[in-house]
């Protein structure tokens, strides 16, 4: 017959959104007391599902009393003032979502 034909099909495909990362305080000391000057240790778990492993500079550590006490997911500090803190980690991905974890800790004089 000779007959030819020509047929097109399209497909939208999106890219899934962006997750947000995750953070979690791995080091268990909630409500725990440490006198000033001692040395604590603070170890993060985080992950992004979007991408590869994120910086030390995407991990930040505050107290509620003294501010940002530093960056990564491991930080030892033995400069937190005398008082009742709340520690907030903070983790951002690229894309500028975030995740946050907090624990309570009290210093004693």
């Given at each position: 017959?000779?007959?030819?034909?020509?047929?097109?099909?399209?497909e939208?495909?999106?890219?899934?959104?962006?997750q947000p990362?995750?953070?979690?305080?791995v080091?268990?000391m909630?409500?725990?007391?440490?006198a000033?000057?001692?040395?604590?240790?603070?170890?993060?778990a985080?992950?992004?599902p979007?991408?590869?492993e994120?910086?030390?500079?995407?991990?930040?550590?505050?107290s509620d009393?003294d501010?940002?006490?530093?960056?990564?997911?491991?930080l030892?500090?033995?400069?937190?003032s005398?008082?009742?803190?709340?520690i907030?980690?903070?983790?951002?991905?690229?894309?500028?979502?975030?995740?946050?974890?907090?624990v309570?800790?009290?210093?004693?004089?």
């Amino acid at each position: 017959h000779g007959d030819t034909g020509n047929s097109t099909v399209s497909e939208n495909i999106q890219a899934a959104p962006a997750q947000p990362p995750s953070a979690e305080i791995v080091t268990r000391m909630n409500r725990a007391s440490f006198a000033a000057g001692e040395e604590i240790a603070f170890l993060a778990a985080v992950d992004d599902p979007d991408g590869p492993e994120l910086p030390d500079s995407a991990t930040v550590w505050s107290s509620d009393i003294d501010g940002v006490i530093g960056t990564g997911r491991q930080l030892g500090t033995s400069t937190l003032s005398a008082g009742a803190h709340v520690i907030t980690l903070t983790v951002t991905d690229p894309q500028s979502l975030t995740d946050i974890a907090t624990v309570a800790i009290s210093i004693t004089p």
